[in-house]
């Protein structure tokens, strides 16, 4: 598995810049076989968009924060953005890809789908597994979103908008019965917002205190409803998003845990070591040996 050198940044891809399946806000494709063009993703890079894809048939091994997943038959793999990610070789597949950004989901028509558990995706998952009966229904809306696809006219933003809506409230059911429980309350809605807005300012952001300001509540409330939802205290969650960062640094590069503070927002590089050590009993120089000796 390819590992970026100290001199090189993570890569970041836009929708544009994929280089098998480049759109603008949305994009679909399909793959009977051999992908080409693949050499950028087999070295460790984020996509900042949304990417559903659907596999029919593969077996290729890819690599989404520290987890290998070998691709598994009538399974739905979903991307989100800022997960690190890497390909380790180029197989052929077949299976249909769906991709939209966050400019897509800002459009009025679509607002409601940034709701949805699949997209929010708090327990950063990555692969949903599907029944038969779960292949046919999903294989059917694929089938009525790539007819819509395939014919520009005034109706297309909609319709592409109406069935996508479908196959995302689908999967985002599947989703909940796969990593989450169905209740859905206040305060639920409120630990969600709460990882949210983690998720957007974790690198600038380290104190609960912050994060309640964004949320137009007390610290005291959102500690409170986040140790009741959760069973862990709120600064746990901020913590534990560092530490996914961090390991994701630490695995997938060869930055030092100098350059890794600073990206994260620590003081200084002392701090960030007992940060981690804290929080994962290893110093990162210490985990970042154990992952690479035990994935060689």
């Given at each position: 598995m390819n590992v970026l050198n100290t001199d090189q940044q993570v890569p970041t891809y836009t929708l544009e810049q994929d280089?098998?399946?480049?759109?603008?806000?949305?994009?679909?494709?399909r793959f009977e076989g051999a992908l080409t063009h693949q050499s950028e993703l087999l070295v460790p890079h984020r996509k900042d968009y949304y990417l559903l894809v659907f596999t029919r048939q593969g077996n290729s091994r890819h690599w989404v924060d520290m987890t290998p997943y070998v691709t598994?038959?009538?399974?739905?793999?979903?991307?989100?953005?800022?997960?690190?990610?890497?390909?380790?070789?180029?197989?052929?597949?077949?299976?249909?890809?769906?991709?939209?950004?966050?400019?897509?989901?800002?459009?009025?028509?679509?607002?409601?789908?940034?709701?949805?558990?699949?997209?929010?995706?708090?327990?950063?998952?990555?692969?949903?597994?599907?029944?038969?009966?779960?292949?046919?229904?999903?294989?059917?809306?694929?089938?009525?979103?790539?007819?819509e696809y395939r014919s520009p006219g005034e109706w297309q933003q909609r319709m592409l908008t109406a069935w996508l809506t479908v196959l995302l409230t689908y999967l985002s059911r599947l989703y909940t019965e796969q990593f989450e429980s169905s209740e859905v309350s206040t305060d639920k809605i409120l630990l969600k917002e709460f990882h949210g807005k983690i998720g957007e300012n974790f690198r600038e952001l380290h104190q609960v205190s912050e994060?309640?300001?964004?949320?137009?509540?007390?610290?005291g409330y959102l500690s409170e409803v986040v140790k009741a939802q959760s069973g862990r205290p709120a600064i746990a969650h901020i913590h534990e998003r560092l530490v996914l960062e961090s390991?994701?640094?630490?695995?997938?590069?060869?930055?030092?845990s100098k350059e890794i503070a600073f990206e994260l927002g620590f003081s200084d590089a002392s701090y960030f070591n007992r940060f981690f050590k804290r929080e994962t009993n290893l110093t990162p120089a210490e985990y970042r040996a154990a992952t690479r000796e035990m994935y060689q």
């Open positions: 280089p098998v399946i480049g759109g603008r806000l949305f994009t679909m494709a598994r038959p009538h399974t739905m793999y979903v991307f989100v953005p800022n997960q690190l990610t890497v390909k380790e070789e180029p197989k052929p597949m077949w299976a249909t890809a769906v991709a939209f950004t966050k400019e897509f989901l800002a459009l009025q028509e679509n607002a409601a789908l940034s709701k949805l558990p699949l997209i929010q995706n708090p327990r950063n998952a990555h692969e949903l597994l599907l029944t038969d009966a779960d292949v046919a229904f999903i294989e059917d809306m694929l089938e009525k979103i790539h007819a994060y309640a300001g964004l949320l137009h509540v007390s610290a390991r994701r640094l630490l695995f997938h590069t060869r930055h030092s």
